[in-house]
């Protein structure tokens, strides 16, 4: 069965170091999200991106955040300048369409711990 | 802003009993609502949707329920295994409705032989 990708599986930045997520989504599948998930809390939708745009994003979301589809297969979510409390579980998901209830398909995340 | 709340952080039962998790929400009225496994340092997995002409859904040992008048879903796992235990998200679509999911923080389920 095909799945969603995440590298890598655990990343150790220091504060105020840039980091960049990667993720292949599954391949037909043409809405990609990013989640996190901060140890010990639920899960938390950060930006939504379709058609090489953002199409939705929280408030978490802020300017130090950006994702980008660099080739065909790739999605990845970069930080600028990461701070501690931006340690967390990032999973990727992706689904074949936006709207009709369709389920999504996660990775298994990368861990990202800032010192 | 919508509230999602899932009963109880930890629910323990014995092998081949039914579980029964409960998702409540407010401030909202989803036109679906799906569940998702997590197992420790894993992402969600999907396991069932809903949707909300639905009253309840079925796959396998699952079923769940969805009730919009009291705002609330049921997910029973009937004849449950120790391989059951994980913790099960509650996900609703935003207020927006759009699907970036609403994640409720979940219940851990532990399925004792």
């Not at chain 1, 170091?17 to 999200?33: A, G, K, M, T």
Request: net charge neutral.
């Amino acid at each position: 069965e095909p799945e969603v990708t995440q590298t890598p599986s655990h990343q150790v930045t220091q504060m105020g170091q840039e980091v960049i997520l990667r993720c292949v989504p599954i391949s037909n599948h043409l809405y990609f999200y990013w989640y996190r998930q901060i140890l010990g809390q639920k899960v938390e939708f950060l930006v939504s991106f379709y058609n090489n745009e953002i199409s939705e994003k929280s408030e978490i979301f802020d300017d130090q955040f950006s994702v980008e589809r660099p080739d065909g297969s790739n999605f990845t979510l970069k930080i600028r300048s990461t701070k501690l409390e931006d340690s967390a579980m990032y999973f990727c998901a992706s689904s074949d369409r936006m709207k009709g209830n369709q389920p999504q398909h996660f990775g298994d995340g990368t861990r990202l711990s800032i010192l | 802003s919508q509230k999602i709340e899932q009963n109880s952080e930890a629910l323990n039962i014995q092998e081949g009993k039914t579980a029964t998790l409960t998702c409540n929400y407010t401030n909202y009225s989803p036109a679906y609502l799906q569940w998702y496994r997590q197992d420790p340092g894993r992402g969600p997995v999907f396991l069932l949707l809903i949707r909300e002409n639905e009253k309840e859904k079925r796959k396998e040992r699952l079923k769940v329920t969805f009730d919009t008048t009291l705002k609330q879903s049921l997910f029973h796992i009937t004849a449950s295994q120790p391989a059951d235990s994980a913790t099960y998200l509650c996900a609703l679509p935003s207020s927006s409705g759009n699907t970036p999911l609403v994640f409720g923080k979940g219940t851990r389920l532990s399925v004792i032989a």
